[in-house]
């Protein structure tokens, strides 16, 4: 048999510590802990898939779930076609370009935190401008602390308002790069702006805005900062979102266990329909 | 299928444009009949692509009209004048099949779709695709994909006029020649008037009936590929047509006789005009034999091409070069060149001013 020289293993070796040290041994730990009840002390106790089993029978994860999925649903069918009617509308070309493409990252750049305290003074019902207006201008009793409807209204409106641009760069990315060619063959073969939208364009964009929409997918699920500045979750649990809900168990409760079986299966979700929609919007590509 | 007029037709890029240099066209009035061959032949920037945007209405002249069968059509939008375009890259919708790429054209106009399938078969047959219709057209080869943006304009069967716009650019070479034979082979079959643009002599000269020679905006030459091999216009023909191009020789017109170096040349015919401000003796490589006496030159290169070799020689400090078969000089041998003198011509300032013997 012919013998191999197996150093070579030895270059993988400075990966493999580093996927260990930021994956691998944290998710670890958090996997540890899923299957384990502690009560303090370093004192641990096996429990087996226990927490898992009650967590997915319990009112209060399929709630947050809820909540989660529609909140990140909401977003998508808002964001999506807004931040591609935006990219359509915007100059082409020439001075109004980058003025355009500046104020639309403007948004992005702030903290996700500042954000989150921006609209909370903004929608105070005496003092924030927006609050103010609805309430005392208009009439409009409009009270996020207090009506859970104007707390999604809220929510939902400071996402769009944060991360639409996201959506808006990409397309008009997508956009810019489809030759003038395109646009000259479809009017000299006689197709209306539908025609055009519907067979150039969007083919074209849908490599950015299978990103886009990944991204926000991502982003949105896992959202905390803003609507913990926003709402905290409130009014009472109406816009606690999976990941408020988290750190309520793990820290509000120092519930270890729970959280950590909570923890994997909201990774797993993520995970899931990430992968899922990726493939699917991958595989005419493919043959 | 129609007449193409082009009436004192000016274009600039600029808003207000006040110099000539302006102008990415200057003043260009042409014919095109129906059902002919054209090519538009010249240099990259030469305002080639800019004339064809202009015919397919992407593009709106600065000054002067463009006729379909006498019909003026200057404001009118492309779908609105009928044409077809084929550009240098291939267009294609990359979502449909072949198919569905071929019925577009049609579609959009709203015939019914037993003629539209009857149609796309018979372009399809024409093109060689019809094994490939159900595909999706993102999956062909570029010179299939072309094949398709060629099909789409050749769909129907109204057209005024088929444009290409430099269309074997992305092509492989050896299918190059495949397609080229490919649209002569249309065009004679489909009668209709097709306009190729391109900066390859080669493309041009197989393609067209009649070639529009240009250059920075202007027509310099229009005729048979023959015509432009044989007699060209302007010296600037002379040298883009042809390879290696014709020996443009400056000279001095004394008392009717043309001098080269204080050496006699006989040119075909009389001189034309007098009052040039430079003159110059046109002459192509296949027209320059070395002979025992004649015009004393210094080898400077030989380069053999296969069936001929190419001597580069110096009459004093101007370069010519013929086009030798046998036996060739060596570098640095001192050789006597003869040009025929039915073939040698004069240009004052560029433009040819010597009339062949016999002609009117």
């Known amino acids: 048999m012919k013998k191999h020289n197996q150093k070579a293993w030895l270059f993988v070796l400075p990966v493999l510590i580093l996927v260990a040290f930021n994956a691998l ?129 809220t929510i939902i409106t400071m996402d769009v308002w944060h991360w639409t641009s996201l959506v808006v760069l990409l397309a008009y990315a997508g956009l810019v790069s489809i030759p003038d060619a395109y646009y000259q063959a479809a009017k000299i073969d006689g197709a209306s702006n539908w025609a055009v939208f519907r067979y150039i364009q969007i083919p074209k964009m849908k490599n950015v805005l299978t990103i886009a929409i990944l991204l926000r997918f991502m982003d949105s699920f896992n959202i905390y900062t803003e609507p913990f500045v926003l709402t905290g979750g409130g009014p009472g649990n109406s816009t606690t979102l999976l990941s408020i809900d988290l750190v309520k168990i793990a820290l509000g409760q120092f519930d270890l266990g729970p959280a950590a079986a909570m923890s994997l299966i909201y990774f797993a979700i993520t995970l899931l329909v990430s992968w899922l929609f990726y493939t699917l919007m991958t595989k005419d590509d493919l043959n | ?229 044989e007699r060209p216009a302007h010296t600037f023909v002379g040298h883009f047509i042809g390879s290696p191009g014709m020996n443009v020789l400056p000279c001095e017109l004394r008392a009717d006789a043309v001098y080269l170096n204080d050496t006699k040349i006989e040119i075909e015919g009389p001189a034309t005009t007098t009052n040039a401000q430079t003159y110059e003796i046109g002459v192509r490589p296949e027209f320059v034999t070395i002979a025992d006496t004649g015009l004393a030159a210094t080898v400077h290169k030989v380069a053999d091409i296969g069936r001929h070799s190419i001597v580069e020689a110096l009459i004093g400090e101007v370069k010519v070069s013929a086009m030798v078969q046998g036996d060739t000089p060596q570098k640095g041998d001192q050789i006597y060149l003869n040009f025929q003198q039915n073939q040698t011509r004069l240009y004052g300032d560029g433009w040819l001013c010597s009339t062949a013997k016999g002609a009117k």
């Open chain 1, 25 to 153: 041994i944290p998710m670890m730990t958090v996997v540890n802990y899923s299957v384990q009840e502690t009560f303090g002390d370093n004192l641990f106790f096996w429990e087996g898939l226990g927490w898992f089993e009650k967590l997915l029978r319990s009112d209060r994860f399929h709630d947050a779930l809820g909540r989660q999925f529609l909140f990140t649903g909401l977003i998508l069918i808002i964001e999506i076609p807004l931040g591609i009617a935006i990219a359509l509308s915007m100059p082409r070309k020439g001075f109004w370009v980058p003025v355009c493409l500046v104020t639309m990252a403007l948004p992005m750049l702030i903290p996700w935190n500042v954000v989150g305290a921006m609209w909370n003074i903004f929608t105070l019902p005496d003092i924030g401008l927006l609050g103010y207006f609805m309430n005392h201008t208009l009439g409009i009793n409009y009270d996020m602390t207090q009506d859970p409807l104007a707390a999604w209204i």
């Open chain 2, 1 to 229: 299928m129609a007449k193409i007029t082009l009436k004192n037709l000016r274009h600039s890029y600029y808003p207000n444009p006040k110099d000539p240099a302006d102008f990415a066209l200057k003043e260009i009035n042409l014919d095109w009949q129906d059902g002919g061959a054209y090519a538009l032949l010249g240099p990259s920037g030469c305002g080639k692509s800019t004339l064809l945007n202009i015919v397919s209405g992407l593009l709106a002249p600065s000054d002067g009209q463009i006729l379909f069968d006498d019909q003026d059509v200057t404001d009118l939008p492309p779908d609105a004048r009928n044409i077809a375009q084929v550009f240098q890259f291939p267009v294609i919708y990359d979502t449909m099949t072949v198919y569905d790429n071929l019925a577009f054209p049609l579609r959009n106009r709203g015939i019914n779709e037993t003629e539209v399938s009857t149609r796309v078969t018979e372009i399809a047959q024409m093109l060689d695709v019809n094994d490939m219709l159900q595909t999706r057209a993102a999956n062909l080869s570029p010179d299939n994909k072309q094949k398709i943006s060629m099909g789409r304009g050749l769909v129907r069967d109204d057209v005024n006029v088929v444009m290409f716009d430099e269309p074997l650019t992305v092509i492989d070479p050896h299918l190059k020649w495949k397609l080229r034979s490919k649209l002569k082979e249309l065009h004679q079959r489909v009668k209709a008037t097709m306009i190729y643009v391109t900066h390859d002599q080669i493309e041009a000269l197989t393609f067209a009936d009649q070639v529009v020679v240009m250059q920075e905006g202007e027509v310099v030459q229009i005729g048979t590929p023959v015509e432009l091999f």
